[in-house]
């Protein structure tokens, strides 16, 4: 994915890079997430404060607890109709640090990702 991030023109990937931040408990979310209809190749934009994220498992590991903040935003293409769905995961491990994100899109490509983080990590390590 991040491969793919970098094939966008430097104006639009300082545009997304620069775009509204949004804490939905302990997640923050930073720049828009962009996708391409796999109908029609229009691409839609979903912004930070669009992901609502609720914890879907919750496991003990080695190093301490192993939380799965998960968010799925769907919406139809603006100029053919096909629903469009982008779902993320973001792994919280041990607690309190950002330990990875995991995003798949049902009916389009993602094209530019959102960038997560643990606000109660001290650690930077954001994720695009
Ligand atoms: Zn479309």
């Not at 804490?23 to 930073?30: A, E, F, P, R, W």
């Not at 391409?36 to 919750?58: D, M």
């Not at 939380?67 to 919280?92: D, F, I, M, N």
Request: contains cysteine.
């Amino acid at each position: 994915m991040l491969a793919v991030a970098r094939l966008l023109p430097r104006k639009i990937r300082n545009t997304l890079l620069k775009s509204t931040s949004y804490v939905m408990g302990k997640i923050s979310s930073s720049g828009i997430t962009s996708i391409r209809c796999l109908g029609c190749k229009n691409i839609t934009v979903i912004q930070p404060k669009e992901f609502n994220f609720s914890v879907v498992s919750v496991s003990e590991e080695l190093m301490g607890t192993q939380t799965c903040h998960r968010t799925a935003v769907s919406k139809p293409c603006k100029k053919c109709g096909k629903a469009l769905q982008v779902t993320y995961s973001v792994w919280e491990y041990p607690e309190d640090t950002f330990h990875g994100t995991d995003v798949w899109a049902e009916n389009a490509v993602v094209i530019g990702k959102t960038g997560f983080r643990v606000t109660n990590d001290e650690s930077v390590k954001l994720a695009i």
